[in-house]
C-alpha cells in the first residue's frame, strides 16, 4: 500500500476511538484489583446444568439444523416463547412486532441505523448507557441529553427542549430510554413520569425506545409497568422495546428481542441481514429452553434475593465509609446492576481511577456515559459481579484511596 491506511477510512471512522469502557477494562489486569468497573452478571447465577442438559438434547434431537443458517427475523419458537414471556409482563403482541436480535447491542444498533441520518437530533438521558452513545454515533446524529434526576428523565426539561425544537428545528427522532434501574444510574422512571413521557411522545410525535435488560431484576419497591405496556393501553405504536437474554439469562448467548410496529420491525430485519444475517440457532433454541423448560419464576427469585443482599451490602458500606461530611452521595437502586456515586466536583475521576487502581480498586468514571456536556466527578459501580466481601473491601480502598489524594478531599 503506497497511502497508509487511515486515508482509507470511511468519514465516520476517522476520528473513532472505539467504545471507552471495553478500553478501561483492558487496563484491570491485575487480580489483586477488585473491579466494580464491569457490568456482568455472577457466574453462581448461571444455570449451568440446565444448559448442559438442554444442549444435549439439542445436539441428540437436531444436530443438522443448529449446525445450519438460522432465519434473519429469528426461530419461530423462540419468537413464541417470547411472546408468551412478555404476556407476563402485560405486553400484548404478535409474531410481527417480534425480531430476534443478536443482543441488545444489535437493537441499539438496528434503532440507531433506521431513524438517524447524520445531523439528526436523538434524546438522551444524562447520563445515559455508554453501548447505546457507541451504536448511535456511527450515523452522526445531534446528542441532545435531558438530566436524570431520581424519579427518572426529567420530564419538565424535555418539555422545554421539544417545544423549543418543534418548528424552529427538527424534533429528535427518537427519545431513548432505560427506565428500569438504568446503566449506568440504577435510577428507575416512575410510574406517572412514565405516563408523562408517553403524553410527550404522542403530542410530539416523537416515537420512545425503551431498552430494558434488568426488568426482572427488582430487589425493592413494587413493580411499574413498561413504558411498551402503559403504550399499549392508550393509543399504542410510540414505543419501540429492546431487550436481551444477557442479564436475564447469560450475555454469551448474545441473543436479544426488539418488539415494535409491523412495519418497523420488517425494516429493522432487512438491516439485520446486511450485518449478521442470522443469529445463531443453537444460541435461540438455549434461550428458547430458558423461557419454555427452566423453572423460571425459581430462577428470578433466586437471583433478586442474591443480587438484592449485595446491593443492600454496597449501600451499607458507602453509608459507613463516607459520612455526609465527606460530600459524597450516591443512587439507592431499586434493582439492576449498578449504582451511581457522586464525588466533590473537585475530583476528576478519570485521573481517580488510576489512582484507585494503585488502591487495587477499579470503576467505570462517570464521563462514559455522557454524550454531550461530561460530567467528570461520577462514577458507576457495579455490584452485581463482585462477593459481597469485596464490595465492602472495595468501598473501604475508595474511600482510602481519596483520604490519601494530595488535596485530602472527601
Ligand atoms: C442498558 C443496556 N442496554 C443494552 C446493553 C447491551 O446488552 P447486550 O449484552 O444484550 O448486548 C446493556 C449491557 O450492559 C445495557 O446495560
Same mark, same amino acid.
Given at each position: 500500500m503506497k497511502s497508509p491506511w487511515s486515508t482509507r477510512y470511511s468519514m465516520n471512522m476517522q476520528d473513532y476511538t472505539g467504545y471507552a469502557i471495553g478500553k478501561l477494562l483492558a487496563l484491570i489486569e491485575d487480580p489483586e484489583i477488585i473491579s466494580l468497573a464491569g457490568g456482568l452478571p455472577s457466574?453462581?447465577? $448461571?444455570?449451568q446444568s440446565e444448559l448442559v442438559e438442554e444442549t444435549q438434547r439439542c445436539f441428540s434431537d437436531r444436530l443438522e439444523r443448529v449446525m445450519q443458517y438460522s432465519t434473519i427475523r429469528g426461530e419461530k419458537d423462540l419468537i413464541e416463547a417470547v411472546i408468551a414471556f412478555l404476556r407476563r409482563d402485560g405486553i400484548r403482541v404478535a409474531p410481527e412486532n417480534v425480531m430476534i436480535t443478536t443482543s441488545a447491542q444489535q437493537g441499539l444498533d438496528l434503532a440507531g441505523r433506521l431513524f438517524l441520518d447524520p445531523g439528526d437530533a436523538v434524546v438522551l438521558e444524562r447520563p445515559t448507557f455508554g453501548g447505546a452513545i457507541a451504536a448511535f454515533q456511527m450515523q452522526r446524529p445531534e446528542f441532545l441529553g435531558v438530566e436524570l434526576t431520581d424519579d427518572g428523565l426529567d420530564i419538565d426539561r424535555l418539555e422545554t427542549l421539544l417545544k423549543r425544537r418543534d418548528g424552529a428545528q427538527s424534533l429528535p427522532k427518537f427519545i431513548y430510554v432505560v427506565?428500569?434501574?438504568?446503566?449506568? %444510574?440504577?435510577v428507575t422512571m416512575g410510574l406517572d413520569r412514565r405516563r408523562a413521557l408517553l403524553d410527550l411522545a404522542e403530542r410530539f410525535d416523537v416515537p420512545v425506545v425503551e431498552d430494558s435488560p434488568y426488568r426482572t431484576l427488582r430487589y425493592r419497591g413494587a413493580d411499574i409497568p413498561s413504558l411498551f405496556a402503559l403504550d399499549q393501553q392508550r393509543s399504542g405504536e410510540h414505543v419501540i422495546g429492546i431487550y436481551t437474554f444477557s442479564k436475564l439469562f447469560c450475555p454469551g448467548m448474545r441473543v436479544g428481542f426488539t418488539i415494535g410496529p409491523p412495519e418497523v420491525i420488517e425494516r429493522m430485519t432487512r438491516i439485520k441481514e446486511g450485518g449478521t444475517l442470522c443469529t445463531p440457532k443453537y444460541n435461540q433454541d438455549m434461550c428458547t429452553a430458558f423461557l419454555t423448560r427452566m423453572d423460571l419464576d425459581g430462577y428470578f427469585a433466586r437471583c433478586r434475593e442474591y443480587y438484592g443482599a449485595k446491593m443492600e451490602t454496597l449501600l451499607e458500606a458507602l453509608t459507613e465509609q463516607f459520612p455526609p461530611h465527606r460530600g459524597i452521595s450516591w443512587t439507592r437502586p431499586e434493582g439492576g446492576m449498578f449504582l451511581w456515586v457522586s464525588l466533590p466536583r473537585t475530583v476528576d475521576t478519570r485521573q481517580f481511577f488510576h489512582e484507585a487502581l494503585a488502591f487495587r480498586v477499579a470503576f467505570v468514571p462517570? !464521563? /462514559?456515559?455522557? /454524550? !454531550?456536556r461530561h460530567e467528570h466527578h461520577h462514577m458507576r459501580v457495579n $455490584?452485581?459481579?463482585? %462477593?459481597r466481601k469485596q464490595l465492602g473491601e472495595a468501598i473501604r480502598r475508595l474511600s482510602d484511596c481519596l483520604s490519601a489524594r494530595p488535596s485530602g478531599e472527601a
Open positions: 457466574p453462581r447465577m $448461571f444455570l427506565p428500569d434501574f438504568q446503566n449506568p %444510574s440504577g462517570g !464521563e /462514559a456515559f455522557y /454524550a !454531550e $455490584f452485581s459481579f463482585p %462477593s
